[in-house]
């Protein structure tokens, strides 16, 4: 018996495909040929990082659909393949009850709300002095830290003005995701 808080509702056993993300979800990635293939030959350090990349997309595309964050699953989705370019990522999500609530065109202007190639946790953010420049991957339209947060003060931590509501609501190896607002 597994008991899982938070749970409303009864969950049945696992499909046999529960570990293929694309089998049990409508979750649908672009085939890239990798590990997955013996018939071709590698280059130690080649493929790694896009694999690593790939599942790292996977695992944070479910967890935000998972936890309210579904617009931006699906924004994800819309422009994995710049994504599966980055490194690694920090998102500033705005979760499905405010895009709703609110006007916005969330998906055509996700990439404003991430900063590619740079993994800042809340602890990374609050070093970093008001003022900073935060480069996204909407050029020429960098995210700005307005409020450091933490420090003597203990304001909240703000970015553009906007409260980050919850700190490292998703965090992977290569992925980090701040809800704001």
């Given at each position: 018996?597994?008991v899982?808080?938070?749970?409303?509702?009864?969950?049945?056993?696992?499909?046999?495909?529960?570990?293929?993300?694309?089998?049990?979800?409508?979750?649908?990635?672009?085939?890239?040929?990798?590990?997955?293939?013996?018939?071709?030959?590698?280059?130690?350090?080649?493929?790694?990082?896009?694999?690593?990349?790939?599942?790292?997309?996977?695992?944070?595309?479910?967890?935000?659909?998972?936890?309210?964050?579904?617009?931006?699953?699906?924004?994800?989705?819309?422009k994995?393949?710049?994504?599966?370019?980055?490194?690694?990522?920090?998102?500033?999500?705005?979760?499905?009850?405010?895009?709703?609530?609110?006007?916005?065109?969330?998906i055509?202007?996700?990439?404003?709300?991430?900063?590619?190639?740079?993994?800042?946790s809340?602890?990374?953010?609050?070093?970093?002095?008001?003022?900073?420049?935060?480069?996204?991957?909407?050029?020429?339209?960098?995210?700005?830290?307005?409020?450091?947060?933490?420090?003597?003060?203990?304001?909240?931590?703000?970015?553009?003005?906007?409260?980050?509501?919850?700190?490292?609501?998703?965090?992977?190896?290569?992925?980090?995701?701040?809800?704001?607002?």
């Amino acid at each position: 018996m597994v008991v899982v808080h938070g749970l409303q509702g009864f969950a049945s056993t696992l499909s046999p495909f529960s570990c293929d993300v694309e089998r049990m979800t409508s979750l649908s990635f672009p085939f890239h040929p990798d590990h997955r293939s013996s018939a071709h030959v590698h280059t130690p350090g080649a493929t790694v990082l896009p694999a690593i990349m790939r599942l790292m997309l996977r695992d944070t595309t479910l967890r935000l659909r998972n936890n309210g964050f579904s617009i931006l699953s699906l924004a994800m989705k819309v422009k994995y393949e710049e994504l599966i370019t980055l490194n690694n990522m920090t998102i500033f999500a705005v979760d499905d009850l405010s895009i709703f609530s609110g006007s916005q065109s969330y998906i055509s202007n996700v990439r404003f709300h991430i900063i590619p190639n740079r993994y800042l946790s809340i602890a990374d953010l609050e070093k970093l002095p008001v003022g900073t420049a935060l480069p996204t991957l909407e050029r020429g339209q960098p995210l700005l830290i307005t409020t450091s947060g933490g420090g003597v003060t203990l304001a909240p931590m703000r970015i553009n003005y906007v409260r980050v509501k919850v700190a490292d609501v998703i965090r992977n190896v290569k992925i980090v995701v701040h809800s704001v607002r």
